[in-house]
């Protein structure tokens, strides 16, 4: 039985068609005896349709992390990868290498700035007390402390950070080959009264 389920789960993860997919979800699920049922209701219509689709993607995400595992949130996981980037920098001889290497690690560092950023704190001073606490540490920024972040309950989806890593070294890769970019520059907002 286990094997059938277990053939049935690498089938998801091949099939192209997302109907077929999804059926093939819902038969490892009923096969492992797992059932939920989400009720979801609204004042109106269109909150309703809006609840639904919030309970469309959470159940998505809860699949995702179950089928792919967790990693420490907050961006925490591609912190970790750094060290070792900047490791393989120091050791290649070729200055292209060491500066791609160099750009990676950086970029790694952009959800936990982002993050930051977005919290209201200064990202360059909460970085390196970050940095100081050791793998695994992010900010809590609830409680405006640095936490183990997988103690803490903290998590991102593997397969989602996976994804975003993937895209990101594409799109870079993409850059990289052709001959011109086009980057629009951001206005200067100034108020005239």
């Known amino acids: 039985m286990r094997a059938y ?106 959800t936990t700035r982002t993050i930051l950023h977005n919290a209201g704190y200064e990202a360059a001073g909460m970085m390196d007390e970050i940095e100081r606490h050791g793998p695994g540490h992010g900010l809590d920024v609830r409680s405006g402390t640095i936490v183990d972040m997988a103690e803490a309950g903290i998590l991102d989806s593997a397969g989602v950070v996976l994804g975003a890593v993937h895209e990101a070294v594409a799109s870079a890769a993409l850059a990289l080959t052709v001959d011109v970019l086009v980057h629009k520059k951001k206005p200067e907002f100034t108020f005239e009264p």
């Open 5 to 110: 389920v277990n053939r049935l789960r690498a089938a998801v993860d091949t099939i192209e068609d997302q109907e077929a997919r999804t059926k093939l979800r819902e038969r490892v699920g009923k096969l492992l005896g797992g059932t939920a049922v989400l009720w979801v209701g609204g004042i109106s219509d269109s909150d309703v349709t809006a609840r639904k689709e919030v309970a469309q993607r959470t159940t998505e995400a809860v699949r995702a992390a179950i089928g792919k595992g967790v990693l420490p949130g907050g961006g925490v996981a591609l912190l970790t990868c750094r060290n070792t980037l900047k490791q393989m920098a120091q050791e290649t001889e070729d200055e292209h290498e060491r500066m791609a290497y160099r750009i990676l690690a950086r970029a790694l560092e952009e």
